[in-house]
């Protein structure tokens, strides 16, 4: 038996990941990190980590090379991810939305399709976003109202979504809606709108309790004109497109609660070893370090699971419905936890908007909610568990 060996490499990530990291964790504290609380506070986008990340080639790692993009791997997506909403939550959107915005048509998409839109998101001019949700279908997905009826060459669409992420920011929006209502939901077909688009408009910004860099909204469609070619696969299989996005993406909300709680984590540490009480640092206390350790451990345990249930996705293998799931649900879990505890640990200061853990706990919480609540997480673990 070998003892030491370093060419081991099941479980470590690759040399060009880990030198990724270093460079973005670099990025993120010098271009982004500076910025979060005013983005917090005023609920303004992002526009310092949108430009860093453009320039960095990092805002859009996974469209690839042959549409102008880095070809990143989705390890790779989901650490962009984890380290930028180290620093700040609302600033990862930025990835998080063009990835889900365009895995459908990475999936299923024609290539004239890809060539239209892809390369303008590699190149960071524009971003995308995903439609999904309805105000009466939220996770009842399938229930969706919002239709579509082919007219000529065009597809024209009438209805309205709900909880867009960076909706009236991005260019593009991949949105779901009914084509044969008799099909129940195999009559739901994907399609790719643009923002300038005839009868396309975007509604005010949510108010939301976290996440307030990234805007939130409805999107309304009256009429909307949009060419034939932009539906996305056959008619029908818009919402198989859409179920296996979320196999695609749910590890990428796994690695923005990974990142947050991991933000979190750092500031605990740091607050800590310079607090004093009763004559001596807080992390002298055995109850500090044993909030640590716990908060440390689930961290490590998140992330290995997201980073495998990215893996697994690169691979192409089947059946990712349980592992990105529970990736996802696990995670997101372990960041409300571990961000609560943050300010616990903080005491009266964690309160306050003076340190940055209440924004942490604040952010955390969205990511038990978007992508599929943590209870239909549940639902989808289970059903996978007994097929």
């Not at 992390?283 to 997201?306: G, H, P, Y």
Request: proline fraction near 3%; aromatic fraction near 8%; glycine fraction near 10%.
């Amino acid at each position: 038996m070998s003892v030491g060996n370093p060419s081991f490499d099941v479980f470590q990530l690759s040399d060009e990941h880990v030198e990724m990291r270093k460079i973005l964790r670099d990025l993120c504290d010098k271009e982004i990190a500076p910025y979060a609380a005013d983005v917090d506070e005023k609920a303004r986008y992002t526009d310092e980590a949108l430009k860093a990340l453009n320039s960095s080639g990092f805002s859009a790692i996974h469209i690839p090379e042959e549409y102008g993009g880095q070809g990143g791997d989705s390890v790779a997506a989901c650490i962009v991810i984890e380290e930028v909403a180290r620093v700040c939550a609302s600033s990862s959107l930025i990835p998080i939305c063009n990835k889900l915005g365009t895995m459908g048509m990475l999936l299923k998409g024609s290539e004239e399709l890809k060539q239209k839109v892809l390369p303008s998101i590699g190149s960071g001019e524009a971003t995308a976003s995903y439609a999904l949700s309805e105000r009466e279908a939220g996770s009842d997905a399938a229930a969706m109202r919002t239709r579509a009826k082919a007219d000529g060459d065009d597809w024209v669409l009438n209805g309205s979504k709900c909880w867009i992420s960076n909706g009236g920011k991005s260019t593009w929006y991949t949105v779901m809606a009914v084509t044969d209502p008799d099909k129940g939901a195999n009559g739901i077909s994907a399609f790719v709108v643009h923002a300038d688009d005839p009868g396309f408009t975007v509604g005010a910004k949510e108010r939301k309790m976290g996440i307030k860099g990234s805007p939130t909204t409805d999107l309304y469609f009256e009429d909307c004109r949009i060419p034939g070619d932009r539906i996305i696969g056959e008619p029908g299989t818009g919402f198989k497109t859409a179920l296996a996005t979320l196999d695609h993406t749910r590890p990428t909300i796994g690695a923005q609660a990974v990142g947050i709680a991991q933000g979190a984590l750092e500031a605990s540490i740091a607050y800590t070893k310079e607090r004093k009480q009763f004559g001596k640092s807080i992390s002298d206390f055995q109850n500090t370090q044993f909030m640590l350790a716990d908060m440390a451990m689930k961290i490590e345990a998140a992330r290995l699971m997201v980073y495998t249930a990215a893996a697994r996705a690169e691979r192409g293998e089947p059946n990712l419905g349980f592992i990105s799931s529970a990736a996802k649900c696990y995670a997101s879990d372990v960041a409300m936890e571990v961000t609560t505890n943050a300010v616990q640990l903080f005491g009266g200061y964690g309160y306050t908007v003076d340190f940055p853990v209440e924004r942490y706990m604040r952010d955390a919480k969205i990511t038990q909610i978007y992508e599929g609540t943590n209870q239909i997480q549940r639902v989808v673990m289970s059903r996978a568990l007994l097929r």
